[in-house]
Nanobody, 123 residues
Framework: QVQLVESGGGLVQAGGSLRLSCAAS????????MGWFRQAPNKEREFVAA???????AYADSVKGRFTISKDNAKNTVYLQMNSLQPEDTAVYYC?????????????????WGQGTQVTVSS
């Protein structure tokens, strides 16, 4: 059974940093695109970042230069380092895995999803 388990969310002041982790299990993810999405209250879920196991990556314009996605193949884990956090980054952050491409993930497609972790940035 495929599982994606996020951790690392919490409350941080504006300008602070957090690192989210997504531990994947249940299959080999070497051919998957892994990514992060977020959903703020009363807003649609939006793409944040994605990475292939080959390390090719992509970011939403709103987080470029502040967020960094990375992976540890040995641990089947994907990370999202978030720096210079702002109140508008407040959302539930979801990990996703896709058998498609980075482009399909950027359009919102994921084959598997985690349960989400809350990130709250206070002003």
């Amino acid at each position: 059974q495929v599982q994606l388990v996020e951790s690392g969310g919490g409350l941080v002041q504006a300008g602070g940093s957090l690192r989210l982790s997504c531990a994947a299990s249940g299959r080999t993810f070497s051919n998957y695109v892994m990514g992060w999405f977020r959903q703020a209250p009363n807003k649609e879920r939006e793409f944040v970042a994605a990475i292939r196991w080959s390390a090719t990556n992509a970011y939403a314009d709103s987080v470029k230069g502040r967020f960094t996605i990375s992976k540890d193949n040995a641990k089947n884990t994907v990370y999202l380092q978030m720096n210079s956090l702002q109140p508008e980054d407040t959302a539930v952050y979801y990990c996703a895995a896709s058998r498609g491409t980075i482009s399909t993930m950027m359009s919102g497609w994921g084959d598997y999803w985690g349960q989400g972790t809350q990130v709250t940035v206070s002003s």
